[in-house]
């Protein structure tokens, strides 16, 4: 489901209450506008046809009893959200995964205050349904979805690994093999009503064709070629062409038939790729001997089908080889409502959690069952890191979480050191300790800032030093992570007397332990007050400008060098 901010969602109220509540929503979505009509009844029809989605804020039986005749299939039908008259519930009503009312429900709760309401089975049970995985599914979902609920065994099986989300411990290869079935093939399977089946998108065509190919030429000559190697149209995951036929009618009204975007590439690139059945006619041509093929292949992968041909199209089938998932989240500083919505999905979805164990505890609520959880303690960051590769370059999907943001001193750096091309990598951003802090005293970041590490365990001390002399002689807020541990008690100590050199003694400077977490405090003082002593490694040090100033109890940095008169 696409947000409301970008999703069309129309809103229907009866009363004064009802059109305030749906006033708050109208102000947070661009895209949702009240619809108005001779009655509700009229305006819900008119939302039903007209919007992708549809909160009403009316009684839920007057909802039913108007819609019951325009129902017609969910994974088309608008997502319908009914809110009550004092916006105490947001009831997810019709379209839960297809029309994404379960997620619809959740975001109008937040901004109403009120409480979703989900029915959705697996949804209830924090299990994926099969219908919200991103990917086709097919054959006997409902029964295959009631087995996994029920605990009962389902056999996995898989013609490579995908990056799935975590699936429950009762669904395994190891199932017996007269159990429910759960298949992620691109290949056609008979149904037997004990299967269903998922579709990887795991298939390329490239398309060739003369000037001026009939659309229909082209779609009906890709059906017959997939039918006749038993491939499904469903794991179609683009069409592929030369970029001389980019705007080729024909090809790209194929793609938009299939639901499928074009991809297109040099003939340059094209004439590289080693192709089975290279002509030389098409190089004279075009300048590749192949399109259809090469292009099929330039993605790398398997040719299934070679190129097949018609009076004016060509159509070859690749296999692309599934890529692992690696999303490097964070946290945020620790409080549950500064970790964002994004790193809670990518958390949803990881069928693998890295991370140290401290971290990983904060988020085990929300992990789906089954999910492999690989923890191990401080000082571990490359391990970690490397281990979270290795699992995405097999195939999984992958979350390595650390706090703050995962790329501020933390995960990400070491983990893309050993990503390669082989995986897919998602950066999840996360509000770091120094925002966590600088929110609590104030606006000491309102000019510019530097952060800075006073950790020698990756850096030597003489470059850490020649840092903190730069910032000071170039007056910016410092904010100093890893200031003092037991085993480094005098850095702090060192950095607070450089920047004594350049600045005046009454410099504010903040201390901020435990920013957002238990056990949070806040300190104020002056670079001539501050006691190194005060401070620990769950602390963020905040040295302040030549222009900081102390404004009613907060450090406050001015955007500008004048300061107020």
């Not at 399977?189 to 398309?207: E, F, K, N, Q, Y």
């Not at 040099?266 to 093929?293: F, K, M, N, Y």
């Not at 964002?340 to 789906?368: K, W």
Request: glycine content about 10%.
């Amino acid at each position: 489901m696409t947000s409301p901010a970008t999703r069309h969602v129309g809103l229907v109220a009866a009363t004064a209450a009802g059109r305030r509540h749906a006033r708050v929503l109208a102000d947070a979505w661009p895209h949702a506008r009240l619809v108005d009509a001779d009655s509700a009844a009229d305006a819900l029809r008119a939302a039903w046809a007209e919007c992708d989605a549809v909160v009403a804020f009316l009684a839920t039986g007057a909802v039913v009893r108007v819609l019951a005749p325009l129902l017609g299939d969910k994974r088309t039908d608008p997502g319908v959200v009914v809110v009550d008259e004092a916006a105490r519930h947001a009831v997810a009503l019709l379209g839960g995964h297809g029309g994404g009312a379960n997620t619809l429900a959740a975001e109008v709760a937040a901004l109403l205050d009120a409480q979703p309401v989900v029915t959705t089975a697996t949804d209830a049970v924090g299990l994926p349904g099969l219908d919200t995985l991103g990917w086709p599914v097919e054959g006997a979902v409902a029964a295959v979805s009631r087995a996994i609920l029920d605990g009962a065994p389902v056999r996995l099986v898989a013609d490579a690994t995908w990056p799935l989300p975590a699936l429950p411990p009762n669904v395994h290869p190891d199932a017996p093999a007269d159990a429910h079935r759960l298949l992620v093939t691109d290949r056609v399977v008979p149904p037997d009503g004990r299967t269903a089946v998922l579709r990887p998108p795991s298939l390329v065509a490239g398309i060739g064709s003369s000037r001026g190919v009939p659309t229909a030429e082209v779609t009906d000559l890709l059906r017959r070629v997939l039918a006749a190697a038993g491939l499904s149209p469903a794991s179609l995951r683009c069409l592929a062409t030369v970029d001389l036929k980019a705007d080729e009618a024909g090809i790209v009204a194929t793609a938009d038939a299939f639901g499928v975007p074009l991809v297109t590439r040099p003939a340059a690139q094209l004439a590289a790729v080693d192709v089975p059945h290279p002509s030389e006619v098409v190089r004279a041509a075009v300048g590749t001997p192949s399109v259809a093929e090469a292009a099929a292949l330039a993605g790398g992968g398997t040719l299934l089908v070679p190129k097949t041909a018609s009076a004016m199209a060509t159509v070859a089938v690749a296999r692309q080889v599934p890529r692992g998932r690696l999303a490097v989240v964070g946290l945020g500083p620790g409080a549950v409502d500064l970790r964002t919505p994004r790193a809670v999905a990518e958390l949803r979805g990881a069928a693998v959690v890295v991370g140290l164990d401290q971290y990983v505890d904060q988020v085990r609520d929300l992990l789906r069952p089954g999910t492999r959880v690989l923890v191990s303690g401080l000082g571990a960051e490359e391990e970690r890191a490397r281990a979270a590769v290795v699992e995405a370059t097999a195939g999984h999907a992958v979350a390595l979480v650390g706090s703050g943001d995962a790329g501020v001193y933390a995960m990400a750096s070491p983990a893309l050191e050993h990503a390669d091309e082989r995986i897919d990598v998602v950066g999840v951003p996360g509000v770091t300790a120094g925002l966590a802090a600088s929110a609590l005293l104030g606006a000491p970041l309102g000019h510019d800032h530097v952060y800075l590490s006073l950790s020698d365990l990756h850096t030597p001390w003489e470059v850490i030093a020649r840092r903190i002399t730069a910032a000071a002689e170039g007056d910016l807020v410092a904010l100093l992570y890893n200031p003092r541990s037991r085993a480094r008690d005098w850095q702090l100590g060192a950095a607070l007397k450089t920047f004594a050199a350049y600045r005046a003694p009454d410099t504010p400077v903040g201390v901020v332990r435990n920013a957002s977490r238990d056990g949070e405090r806040v300190h104020l003082a002056t670079l001539a007050t501050v006691d190194p002593a005060t401070v620990d490694m769950y602390s963020v040090v905040v040295v302040g400008s030549s222009q900081t100033r102390m404004v009613g109890g907060r450090m406050v940095t001015p955007r500008g060098y004048r300061w107020r008169s």
